[in-house]
């Protein structure tokens, strides 16, 4: 019932996730959400976020932010950052996701999403057929819309942590500490 929303990997931040073992096991591509998944709500990058996509970069995985945003806060978070962008994308509606994926010139299956919202991002990804990681959002919501879904996210992961096929789908992803 639940599975549509569920991720196939659920991290603690995007820099605890071993990109290079992504690359290993054949994705070329990973899209960002931008919002509480990089950067707090509204933020500008900051040095630890340009230097992880570039490193991403390097490791040779092309990048590419889907973002409800619009054109001005997007352009923004990437003025130190060369890599490709979609605006106003509606996420979960699928088009944002197929301009994603024609933009990166990449297969779906060598591409992996990665964003902070079920209801939005993982479910959008889910819905495309793209495989994706959940990453705890960077933030606290306590009302409003956006506490209402933080609220029944919740809700969703408890089932989703006890569903055991559905977790870990895409292997050992995470950084080891040393």
């Given at each position: 019932m639940?599975?549509?929303?569920?991720?196939?990997?659920?991290v603690?931040?995007?820099?605890?996730?071993?990109?290079?073992?992504?690359?290993?096991?054949?994705?070329?591509?990973?899209i960002?959400?931008i919002?509480?998944?990089l950067?707090?709500?509204?933020?500008?990058?900051?040095?630890?976020?340009?230097?992880?996509?570039?490193?991403?970069?390097?490791?040779?995985?092309?990048?590419l932010?889907?973002?409800?945003?619009?054109?001005?806060?997007v352009?923004?978070?990437?003025?130190?950052?060369?890599?490709?962008?979609?605006?106003?994308?509606?996420?979960?509606?699928?088009d944002?996701f197929?301009k994603a994926?024609?933009?990166?010139?990449?297969e779906?299956?060598?591409?992996?999403?990665?964003?902070?919202q079920?209801?939005?991002?993982i479910?959008?990804?889910?819905?495309?057929?793209?495989?994706?990681?959940?990453?705890?959002y960077?933030?606290?919501y306590?009302?409003?819309?956006?506490?209402?879904?933080?609220?029944?996210?919740?809700?969703?992961?408890?089932?989703?942590a006890?569903?055991?096929?559905?977790?870990?789908?895409?292997?050992?992803?995470s950084?080891?500490e040393?």
């Open positions: 639940f599975k549509v929303f569920y991720p196939f990997e659920y603690e931040s995007v820099f605890t996730i071993d990109y290079e073992k992504l690359y290993k096991k054949g994705y070329r591509g990973i960002f959400d919002d509480n998944t950067v707090p709500h509204g933020d500008d990058s900051t040095k630890e976020t340009d230097e992880l996509l570039t490193k991403i970069q390097g490791i040779g995985l092309r990048t932010l889907l973002s409800n945003n619009d054109e001005e806060r352009t923004r978070f990437l003025k130190n950052i060369n890599s490709l962008y979609v605006c106003d994308a509606d996420k979960p509606k699928p944002g197929y994926l024609e933009m990166l010139n990449i779906k299956d060598k591409v992996v999403y990665i964003g902070d079920i209801f939005t991002d479910y959008g990804a889910n819905k495309c057929g793209i495989d994706n990681i959940l990453v705890k960077i933030g606290y306590d009302g409003g819309k956006i506490g209402i879904k933080r609220n029944l996210e919740k809700i969703v992961l408890k089932f989703y006890i569903n055991k096929a559905c977790k870990n789908r895409l292997g050992d992803i950084i080891k040393r």
